[in-house]
């Protein structure tokens, strides 16, 4: 009888010691998570954040769209509000006017002209009405001395250089707007350059003579050359016409996801040795092969197989084939990219290129977001991932804003250069 009891004693004891000791870890890990994420946040808060791509003028321009108000994601769509950039502790942004590939003719790139002023004036003026959160930003050093009036940067930037028709004066009009980058192509070839993705392949061979012109006459004014959505002849082009530093402001390395957005590792390391900056994005598919979805395959082909071609199609046949894509999707949905996804790219390209030529270029409101980073507010779960890997203070400043200002910098010592030449 005692004999059992001491073995009831020692049973106990060893029982409630285990479970000690697995309380007592699941407390310190739940501790050192917590102190990590806090550490995380306040390097969130204090180093400059800046996005250098979102499609959200394409909203701005929507009669009854406010800035100001908070807009549920899940509900409206929309990816980018101010509320939203305050919360994300998103400190700066490069709204892009994006004016989709049309017909290449006059009549086309004057449509494609108004539009893109009129996406232009709708940042401006949403600027203005909300000067008292936001301010207008043209060169580097706005965006650390608006962070200090506690208001978020504002930049412009042009996606596609199809706007600029066949005229180059065209370039100037835009600087003079305050655009400071344009991603040469879309996802067709325009009069500039040849697309990564324009079903009917390269039509130039990278650049074209006048896209040629083109990046020498951003050259001269200080606009940033962005060779994103091009093809790989365009980047190799590019690198060796233009006098500054290159960007690609929202592109993945490929050695990571096989994708023709993204970039190569030769790529990567020209882009280092060039002095650019590759600025990661959250679209799932750039950012990781989709697991198997037989079901969504088998419905894409369907509709692949009696739908012709994209070019050949008039807007609303293309309106209509969209839509029928969007419907397979929602049928049969592929799970999101995640944040640990746009890390391992970035540690990629840390490794390939070096941490001075990696950013953040999040593409919301033009299909950008995942799980995680969904919207603007979410963007600090970004610095959470990056501090869990063990990235310093100094890197993440780098990657989040230091890094594509030292760019934009050169960008702007080149064109004093050719101007102080020129006269
Ligand atoms: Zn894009």
Redesign the pocket.
């Known amino acids: 009888m005692f004999k059992l009891r001491i073995g009831y004693l020692i049973l106990v004891l060893i029982v409630s010691l285990f479970v000690g000791c697995k309380v007592s870890s699941d407390t310190t890990a739940a501790n050192s998570e917590e102190v990590l994420v806090q550490k995380a946040l306040e390097i969130h808060h204090r180093v400059l954040t800046l996005d250098t791509h979102a499609d959200t003028p394409l909203r701005m321009i929507q009669p009854g769209f406010d800035m100001s108000e908070r807009h549920d994601p899940n509900e409206t769509g929309s990816k980018v509000d101010y509320p939203r950039m305050k919360e994300g502790g998103l400190d700066a942004i490069f709204f892009a006017a994006f004016v989709a590939q049309d017909i290449r003719d006059d009549a086309g790139h004057s449509r494609a002209k108004d539009l893109c002023l009129q996406m232009i004036d709708s940042i401006v003026t949403s600027t203005n009405r909300n000067s008292d959160v936001v301010g207008l930003a043209l060169d580097p050093e706005d965006a650390y001395a608006l962070e200090k009036e506690g208001k978020r940067a504002i930049y412009i930037g042009i ?1 596609n250089g199809y706007p600029i028709g066949n005229d180059i004066s065209n370039v100037s009009l835009y600087f003079d707007q305050g655009v400071r980058y344009i991603t040469l192509v ?1 996802s067709s070839n325009n009069d500039l350059a040849d697309s990564a993705t324009d079903p009917d392949g390269p039509e130039h061979g990278g650049l074209s003579a006048f896209g040629r012109e083109v990046v020498k006459e951003m050259n001269r004014l200080g606009i940033m050359v962005d060779v ?2 091009g093809n790989d002849s365009l980047f190799y082009d590019a690198l060796a016409i233009s006098k500054a530093p290159i960007i690609a402001s ?1 592109s993945n390395a490929r050695a990571v996801t096989n994708h023709k957005r993204n970039m190569t590792d030769e790529m990567l390391e020209l882009m280092a040795k060039n002095g650019g900056v590759v600025q990661l994005t959250m679209l799932s598919d750039y950012l990781r092969k989709a697991p198997p979805n037989p079901q969504r395959d088998t419905a894409i082909a369907a509709l692949r197989a009696n739908m012709k071609s994209f070019s050949e199609m008039t807007k609303e046949e293309q309106s209509a084939a969209r839509k029928a894509f969007q419907e397979i999707n929602k049928k049969y949905p592929t799970p999101s990219a995640t944040v640990g996804h746009v890390v391992d790219h970035i540690d990629h390209i840390v490794k390939v290129a070096g941490i001075d030529h990696v950013g953040i270029g999040c ?1 919301f409101d ?1 299909g950008g977001g995942i799980e995680g980073v969904f919207d603007a507010s979410e963007v600090m779960n970004i610095t959470i991932e990056l501090v869990k890997r063990g990235y310093t203070e100094e890197q993440i400043e780098k990657i989040w804003a230091g890094n594509l200002i030292r760019v934009f910098k050169e960008v702007q010592a080149v064109a004093k250069t050719i101007q102080a030449e020129g006269k």
């Open positions: 996606e879309h994103s959505h929202h593409d033009g």
